[in-house]
């Protein structure tokens, strides 16, 4: 049988897609433009997005288990159920649902409080599927290398509580696993919640000491200033969005990405191997710098 990848290009569905042919699975993606796709051989593509019903129907048919990542958008709640209802009518019932850690308490950020919607309707629904909750990536600090090594300040307001960081590339493996899991089962598993997270819960100034420790020169913590974070992504990105994230890091400054007692040990268990650490990855970026 098959397994459906929508956002099958962007940062986290690479990392499945990649995952799951090299698990041996048959797999197919939804993208908009096959032509850019560039996906692994073998892999099949089927055109369209999330709120083109036609192109659903078609994508969703023969379909076995669905990965289902909604881009941070102003109607990803709309895509999301859209695709809970022709998955639902497709007879799909096994799936993996990319969500947010803390997405039932960060309630005023709006892409946390779609996500923790689409979760609920997942289980009203009735459908058998494995959330993932992931913290903040660590893929995003390639946005702000430049920063910090050009100014020596880590500009990302993440204040004193912690992030518990992720690598992209251990959410798409864990995730592939899930989809394989559920694939595979003789019925249908029972729904599961996973926070994934590093393993490392980090600090601005932790932050900034690692970057300093990699560069071997001082790198300066930037603060907690969420309306100077928002204002310089305002140049980059669109307003709602820009303010959206903003909305989030208030929260970041007052609650942090905390795991839960256990969460590391059932991330490293799933995969075999420890987790990928945000100091590896600082290496890893700045190699070249």
Same mark, same amino acid.
């Given at each position: 049988m098959t397994i459906l990848v929508t956002?099958?290009?962007?940062?986290i569905g690479r990392q499945v897609v990649e995952q799951l042919v090299k698990r041996g699975a048959d797999v197919r993606v939804l993208v908009r433009d096959p032509a850019k796709a560039n996906v692994p051989a073998g892999v099949a593509v089927a055109q369209g997005d999330l709120l083109d019903i036609d192109s659903l #129907? @078609?994508?969703?048919? @023969?379909?076995? +288990?669905?990965?289902?990542? $909604?881009?941070v958008v102003p109607d990803e709640f709309t895509q999301?159920?859209? !695709? *809970? $209802?022709?998955?639902?009518? !497709? /007879?799909?019932?096994?799936?993996?649902? *990319?969500? =947010?850690?803390?997405?039932?308490?960060y309630v005023n950020v709006?892409?946390?409080a779609g996500k923790f919607g689409v979760e609920r309707m997942i289980e009203q629904m009735g459908f058998k599927a +494995?959330?993932?909750?992931?913290?903040?990536?660590?893929? $995003?600090?390639v946005m702000i290398k430049d920063a910090v090594t050009g100014y020596g300040v880590y500009p990302m307001p993440i204040g004193s509580k912690g992030l518990a960081m992720i690598d992209a590339r251990d959410i798409g493996e864990i995730a592939a696993i899930e989809l394989i899991r559920r694939e595979t089962s003789a019925t249908p598993l029972p729904l599961d919640r996973i926070n994934l997270v590093g393993p490392d819960t980090l600090t601005g100034a932790g932050v900034?000491?690692?970057?300093?420790?990699?560069? /071997? #020169? !001082?790198?300066?913590? @930037? @603060?907690?200033?969420?309306a100077g974070f928002e204002e310089n992504l305002?140049?980059?990105?669109?307003g709602w969005m820009a303010f959206d994230m903003r909305v989030m890091?208030?929260?970041? *400054? +007052?609650?942090?990405?905390?795991?839960?007692? /256990?969460?590391?040990?059932?991330?490293?268990?799933? *995969?075999?191997?420890?987790?990928?650490?945000? #100091?590896?990855? =600082?290496?890893?970026i700045t190699a070249s710098a």
């Open positions: 956002g099958a290009t962007g940062t #129907r @078609g994508a969703f048919s @023969g379909v076995s +288990t669905l990965f289902l990542l $909604n881009a999301a159920l859209t !695709a *809970l $209802n022709l998955a639902r009518e !497709a /007879g799909i019932e096994r799936f993996v649902y *990319l969500s =947010v850690i803390h997405s039932d308490r709006p892409h946390f +494995t959330i993932l909750r992931p913290a903040y990536f660590m893929n $995003n600090e900034a000491a690692i970057w300093s420790d990699v560069l /071997g #020169r !001082a790198i300066a913590y @930037g @603060g907690d200033d969420t305002r140049q980059f990105m669109p890091s208030e929260r970041f *400054l +007052t609650e942090g990405m905390i795991p839960e007692a /256990g969460d590391v040990k059932r991330l490293t268990d799933i *995969l075999g191997r420890p987790l990928r650490s945000y #100091r590896d990855f =600082v290496a890893e």
